[in-house]
């Protein structure tokens, strides 16, 4: 409980301050215009719908200034490093902006639901108080008409009692932009579900950039004055307090009070959203530039079961573990970036990624690699992005758990760990790893097989063989591969991967492996990594708790969820 | 782009639709606004299109994550065949569903939407028949690829949907429901109170032919059924 308190309390704290901001400008808002007697004679058309809209309209601009940041990843990048002095925790939070993007969101669909239903009414006010006959005080304001000598200080935006709603939204500035805007933000939503995000990623990624249309919708969105206060030379004369009861008596001579004049609210929404859109013209701008900036492909290999490693050069590039980078090829798409965990060590003088088939991308940039006597593709690259995971190096005991594909960012904190033993680096606390690989079948992950091979036959020639102890678990197993593992049982290599550590097969059971660490290590700290499954973490999270022991001089077991 | 199945991102976007138009009909019908009546049918056609909607379709290719509960929706959309099946009538359907939501302004945005959504529906059937108009060489009985249940093609409600005709066939663009796949109990201990009465497995191939091979080479003492691991001589001469 208290790990997950030291993880979580920046991001409950920074939620609590969002939300309270949101509840605050709401509230703040609908005051305003419930009360103020500037909006009087508004509210006696429309009543307390009024305010409804504008509160959900503030709420509104104050979202979508948000909601541009934490996409902004350069600038993240940017804080994350000026920011060094700050706690890893507190730095870490920055992962998480993708998550905040759509709390952001989902708010603004909110807000939108409230503000395009508190103007229905409002619409629907004006128009039953334009057609009314009654002499009410609604259908005299109503009638005050737009071709005054003053420019117009017309209250009801319905010029004519035959006008309908319809035409209003349609042919007002208000009413098309809001249109727009709710269309384009209704399609971004639906296609940006997790269904269509993780298997079509290409309708999320151009949909998207429906944001454009939404942006400039909202800049001009207020610009029409439709929202009408009474003039401050009008409420000096002819005070709303005083002058509203009598207002049969407006346009007589002697009565000290006159018809009551209006203007527009101006826009303010520009001014909420302009500085976000400068910074994300600017993030744009350098992630332009950087991807322009040239990338040498050093080495390309490619591993059995069609996975691509590049060995690339850039310059100024500096990495740490556990950290993506973004790459694209223009001569397959102009414009699709797509991440890919960093597999190389900060240690060495390349930078690599293994790139997998996982779609249409990543398939037609693999079959362009292959072909061996075309030049090879150009690559843009952006990054690196993401907290490093150096948390890894300061226990004594590390258990590192990678599930399916989540073992790629272990690549690189294995080889990183592997180079600071080498150098008996005093960073480096770790005396004991613990590596479980869980997958399906290692067909795809053969590329990690032979780093395996390779850190075995080092740590051997070392004479530090128990430095790294690993374990393979193969859930996807049938009666034959057990038969042929059981023949070759008294074989000093195992024959499916070729490592020294034979494989296991089905699921690790962690009660045991658990028991086994505690035993061996009474009196370390341990750290627990996943890269993996929700359902996973859980369950480790789980054994973490059961086999720390309560006396905080014994063996304690500390669950981190690394976001990879 | 040629792998992108539109029809998934249609079903999305025509369920938010659904709710689109639900909501707008109960604030124009709950306001007494002018025309309420457009918002009572909108509350109405709304509740169809998400439950018509809410049961996703089986993608073409990889696993499709099931919308919680769908199944009871799934039995029901099925029952309907081609109707529900084919999406050229769910997008027309879509289409004459949002026009008279429409004329109020409550609703006007569950029609854009609903109009969009059938638009992409036509957009998936565009992509497949763009597809396939390379196959469409050979001048095929239209009803030759179907399956033996269906024979021969009577009318036009089997060639929308019972019998398949060669457009379709290749690529299925309909609505496939998700079937739940029938789970084997596994018989934990079913053989453990019995002793095995099976001869023990074979070793691999492989490893059965090594032994042999070096025992041809060596040009061992018995060529029999069994072959010995130690040599055995025969002392029969």
């Given at each position: 409980m208290g790990n997950w308190v030291v993880n979580h309390c920046f991001s409950v704290l920074f939620l609590a301050v969002w939300l309270g901001l949101n509840v605050f400008l709401f509230v703040d808002a609908f005051l305003k215009y419930e009360k103020a007697d500037k909006y009087y004679y508004t509210r006696k058309i429309l009543g307390s719908t009024l305010a409804c809209a504008r509160a959900s309209a503030l709420c509104l601009n104050f979202n979508s200034m948000l909601i541009l940041l934490p996409v902004c990843r350069n600038l993240l990048s940017f804080l994350r490093g000026t920011c060094s002095f700050c706690s890893r925790t507190l730095r870490k939070q920055l992962d998480h902006n993708l998550t905040f993007h759509k709390l952001v969101a989902y708010m603004i669909c909110l807000h939108t639901a409230i503000h395009i239903i508190a103007h229905l009414f409002n619409f629907d006010c004006y128009s039953r108080s334009r057609q009314a006959t009654d002499g009410s005080l609604a259908s005299i304001l109503s009638g005050l008409s737009h071709d005054e000598k003053k420019g117009g200080s017309w209250l009801n935006p319905i010029q004519s009692p035959n006008m309908t709603v319809e035409y209003v939204t349609f042919t007002s500035i208000a009413g098309l932009t809001g249109v727009i805007m709710t269309i384009a933000l209704i399609l971004m939503v639906t296609s940006a579900t997790e269904f269509i995000r993780r298997s079509y990623f290409e309708v999320f990624w151009y949909t998207h950039h429906l944001f454009i249309f939404y942006i400039l919708a909202l800049g001009i969105h207020g610009i029409g004055g439709i929202v009408r206060g009474q003039t401050e030379k009008s409420m000096n004369e002819s005070h709303p307090c005083k002058c509203a009861e009598s207002f049969e008596m407006?346009?007589?001579?002697?009565?000290?009070c006159r018809r009551p004049e209006f203007e527009g609210h101006p826009a303010e929404s520009w001014k909420w959203i302009l500085a976000p859109v400068i910074l994300y013209i600017c993030e744009r701008i350098l992630r332009f530039y950087r991807s322009q900036q040239k990338v040498v492909i050093t080495k390309v290999v490619m591993h059995p079961s069609k996975v691509l490693e590049l060995q690339m050069n850039k310059r100024g590039f500096s990495m740490e573990v556990g950290q993506y980078i973004f790459i694209n090829c223009p001569s397959i798409s102009l414009l699709e970036w797509h991440p890919f965990t960093l597999t190389s060590a900060p240690e060495e003088d390349f930078f690599s990624i293994h790139i997998r088939v996982a779609g249409d991308w990543t398939e037609n940039l693999i079959r362009a690699f292959e072909q061996q006597y075309s030049t090879i593709p150009r690559i843009e690259v952006d990054g690196p992005f993401?907290?490093?995971?150096?948390?890894?190096?300061?226990?004594?005991v590390a258990v590192l758990v990678g599930a399916g594909i989540g073992v790629t960012p272990f690549a690189s904190i294995l080889k990183s760990i592997w180079y600071k033993f080498q150098c008996a680096d005093h960073n480096l606390k770790t005396k004991k790893i613990y590596f479980y690989w869980i997958c399906r079948e290692t067909g795809a992950f053969s590329w990690f097989n032979d780093l395996l091979t390779s850190l075995e036959q080092e740590m051997e020639e070392l004479g530090k063989v128990d430095f790294l102890n690993y374990r393979l678990f193969l859930t996807g197993w049938d009666s034959n591969i057990v038969g042929h593992a059981a023949l070759n049982f008294d074989k000093a290599t195992d024959i499916l991967t070729g490592l020294k550590q034979k494989t296991s097969f089905g699921r690790p059971m962690w009660d045991n492996e658990f028991s086994k660490i505690a035993t061996s290590h009474p009196k370390s700290v341990v750290g627990v990594f996943l890269c993996g499954p929700q359902t996973l973490a859980k369950s480790l999270r789980k054994c973490c708790h059961r086999y720390s022991s309560l006396d905080p001089r014994k063996v304690q077991f500390y669950f981190n969820k690394e976001n990879f | 782009m040629g792998q992108i199945e539109w029809a998934m991102w249609a079903n999305e976007q025509a369920l938010a639709s659904g709710l689109i138009l639900i909501t707008g009909g109960i604030v124009a019908t709950a306001g007494h606004f002018t025309q309420w009546y457009f918002g009572a049918y909108s509350i109405v056609a709304g509740v169809f299109v998400c439950l018509l909607e809410y049961p996703r379709g089986k993608r073409k290719k990889g696993s499709t994550m099931e919308r919680c509960g769908q199944k009871y929706m799934t039995a029901v959309v099925k029952l309907f065949g081609p109707l529900t099946r084919n999406y050229y009538i769910r997008a027309v359907l879509h289409l004459l569903l949002s026009v008279p939501a429409g004329f109020l302004l409550a609703t006007i945005l569950g029609t854009a939407c609903l109009a969009i959504a059938s638009g992409i529906y036509l957009l998936e059937m565009n992509s497949t028949h763009s597809q396939e108009s390379v196959f469409l060489g050979s001048p095929l009985?239209?009803?030759?690829?179907?399956?033996?249940?269906?024979?021969?093609?009577?009318n036009a409600w089997e060639l929308l949907g019972g019998c398949r005709p060669r457009w379709a066939a290749v690529r299925g663009e309909q609505w496939t429901p998700i079937e739940p796949k029938p789970r084997e109990r596994p018989h934990v201990g079913g053989t453990i109170k019995q002793p095995p009465s099976n001869p023990p497995p074979r070793p691999p191939a492989e490893a059965r032919k090594k032994p042999s091979e070096e025992a041809e080479a060596a040009e061992g003492p018995s060529a029999g059924p069994q072959d010995n691991p130690i040599p055995v001589t025969d002392e029969i001469v």
């Open positions: 407006w346009d007589d001579h002697d009565s000290h993401g907290t490093a995971s150096e948390d890894v190096f300061q226990y004594e | 009985n239209p009803c030759s690829s179907v399956s033996p249940q269906t024979p021969a093609c009577r």
